[in-house]
């Protein structure tokens, strides 16, 4: 596609449910990132993904968070059993190659968990 | 450890002054430096590389490794700069960028 897609833009969803974010990069775009982004807190990096392997998934705030990624292209980041502190925007960025062009970021998905 | 430090949460000018957005880093390596700009309601995009050197926007960033900045600056700024600004560094193996806490800009007219 032209550009990065995340889907849904809004989710809002009751603590304790599980929810699933999507990704679809730019196409031919090999590396794929998901960062967590809140108020005060800048861009927490998650997980990397090269093709359909996550080698550093450092980032991910505990065994609740887990991301896959298919095909070598959608990615779909889940969250189980939600908590209030996982609300924040969560953005996607593919790359093409990252020290000459960074990244490229879908426009994110606003969790908020009531 | 892999840090970026933006100390300024906020910054307000009036129009047509110089700006000066603060960034600094912790990399042992040799670094590579970013400055990526997020307007109201839309993604967040490269504003530029420090590879390249080049000015967006009237924006400009030089790499200090003597005091491990990275500092944005614009000499005279207009009300369409006011957005948050993310610095960021190449780190984790050259694999991934580590950014800031951001700083929001404010242009006033």
């Known amino acids: 596609g032209a550009g990065v897609s995340q889907s849904p833009s809004n989710k809002v969803t009751e603590k304790g449910k599980d929810v699933e974010l999507r990704c679809d990069p730019i196409?031919?775009?090999?590396?794929l990132y998901w960062y967590r982004q809140s108020l005060g807190q800048g861009l927490e990096f998650l997980i990397y993904?090269?093709?359909?392997?996550?080698?550093?998934k450092s980032g991910l705030p505990s065994d609740r968070f887990s991301a896959e990624r298919t095909g070598g292209s959608v990615s779909t980041l889940t969250i189980q059993r939600t908590q209030q502190e996982d609300s924040a925007v969560y953005l996607c960025a593919s790359s093409l190659s990252l020290t000459v062009y960074g990244y490229t970021f879908g426009s994110g998905t606003r969790l908020t968990v009531v | 450890a892999q840090r970026v430090t933006q100390p300024e949460k906020l910054l307000s000018v009036f129009k047509g002054a110089p700006v000066e957005l603060k960034c600094n880093y912790s990399?042992?390596?040799?670094?590579?430096l970013f400055w990526y700009v997020q307007y109201s309601r839309q993604r967040l995009q490269l504003l530029l590389r420090h590879i390249s050197r080049e000015s967006i926007k009237g924006f400009t960033a030089d790499l200090n490794k003597g005091e491990t900045s990275f500092h944005l600056k614009k000499p005279f700024a207009q009300e369409e700069d006011s957005a948050m600004y993310y610095c960021a560094l190449l780190g984790g193996g050259y694999n991934k960028l580590i950014f800031g806490a951001g700083t929001r800009l404010a242009v006033h007219p």
């Open positions: 993904f090269q093709g359909n392997s996550a080698p550093d």
């Open positions: 196409s031919g775009h090999t590396a």
């Open positions: 990399y042992s390596g040799s670094p590579e």
